[in-house]
Structures are given as C-alpha cells and as structure tokens.
C-alpha cells in the first residue's frame, strides 16, 4: 500500500499562473482533505469531500477549486496563483468509520 | 467556530526528560481531541487521541490529558528519546466529523 501520494513535491509559479496539484489514495477511503500549512498557523483545512462526488468548503476556500474526481483522487487546483498561496499543502483521507486521518508527503508551492 | 490555541511554540528538553504541551479549545461541542506528529517533509501522523467521554489516555510514553470543564487538553511525552524531535499538531472537532481545527504546532526537540 502506498497510502496517500501527491504530486508534484515542489512546485513553483509566477503570479496568476495555474496549477493543479494531483492527491490519490490507495487505501479505499471514502473522506478526502486538502490543508495548506504556513508557519505559525497550523493546518488549514481548504476543500473536503465526505464521499465520491461530493465537495465542501473548508476554513480557508478562496482561490482554490477541487475534484473528486473518484474515490482515489482528490485535486486542488489553483486557477491565478498568488504569492499568498505560497504554502505546503497536504492531502489527507479517512475510512468513513474511522477517526484517524492519514497524510500525504505534502506539495511545497512558491508563488513568485 | 472552532479556535485552537497550543503552547509552546518551541520546547527544548533534555532526552530522557518529560516534555508536555497545551492546547485549549472554544467550542463546546468538539468532542473528539487528536495529537498529530509531523517529521521533517513527511506528513502527519496520528499518535494519540482522546474523546470527551475519557479524562485521561496512555499509549506507552504517551499520554493525553482532558479537561472539559476548563476546555485544554495537553500532551505528555515521557523519557523522551532523539526520535521524539517533530512538530506536534493538537486539533479538535466533532468524532467522525470532516472539520477538524489544528492548532498552529510545536517544535519538540531532544538534545542528547
């Protein structure tokens, strides 16, 4: 099992360039997260999907857009980046009955 | 909505030595009290959680304390070893939910 994977790991734009940053698990979760990370600020939570084919804003939704695209993958995409998106951004999937969420390695983005 | 505040920042400590970190909540109807740790480019993990109904919760070195009444529940980390140095994420949210609110993390590190 692989987990949660994404792609690319380190990615850098120039304002108002797009992107979209790829997430799939592999481990037949039904839940799907994005966070970003910034110092000082903890986990954010951007777009969250409870299940295949639905999605929900989370704290910090601005500027982003996602798609569940099937159970597996979950994109965040960034459609006029911003220096302010400069961030880590992390994927995360939970089993419906569960409590635990599960990580991916996280996406460094630079906005320039 | 959800505010979590975690304190320390930073935490120092000696390996062998005890280690503790606060966080406090707003929302009395968070239930559910995760403890995240995050390794250098990796994504979190879960280490230990606790639910409202619990008062305290131990997993080797590990424990959680909760205080429902004063709303702050802390992590304490015994015998602390090299391998202890991460960041710490508290978070809280209703058990099962999709929100989960993280507190803004610390840096444990354990001089040997």
């Known amino acids: 099992n692989a987990g949660v994977t994404q792609t690319p790991k380190f990615q850098v734009l120039k304002t108002g360039q797009s992107m979209t940053l790829q997430c799939a698990q592999d481990m037949n979760h039904n839940s799907m997260y994005w966070y970003r990370q910034d110092p000082g600020m903890g986990l954010r939570l951007i777009y969250y999907s409870a299940s295949e084919g639905t999605t929900d804003k989370g704290e910090v939704p601005n500027g982003y857009n996602v798609s569940r695209l099937n159970k597996r993958e979950f994109s965040l995409r960034l459609e006029s980046a911003a220096p302010s998106q400069t961030s880590v951004y992390f994927c995360?999937?939970?089993?419906?009955?569960?409590?635990?969420?599960?990580f991916g390695p996280g996406t460094r983005l630079t906005v320039l | 909505g959800e505010n979590v505040e975690q304190h320390p920042s930073t935490l120092s400590v000696q390996e062998g030595d005890s280690a503790v970190i606060k966080c406090t909540y707003s929302?009395?109807?968070?239930?559910?009290f995760p403890w995240y740790k995050q390794e250098l480019g990796k994504g979190s993990q879960l280490i230990i959680d606790i639910r409202s109904n619990v008062g305290e919760k131990k997993d080797q070195r590990i424990a959680v304390t909760l205080n429902k009444t004063a709303k702050h529940f802390s992590l304490h980390i015994t015998e602390t070893q090299p391998e202890d140095s991460a960041v710490y994420f508290c978070a809280a949210g209703v058990e099962y939910g999709n929100k989960l609110v993280f507190g803004a993390g610390t840096i444990l590190r354990v001089k040997s």
């Open positions: 929302d009395s109807a968070s239930n559910y």
């Open positions: 995360a999937s939970r089993w419906q009955a569960g409590r635990e969420q599960f």
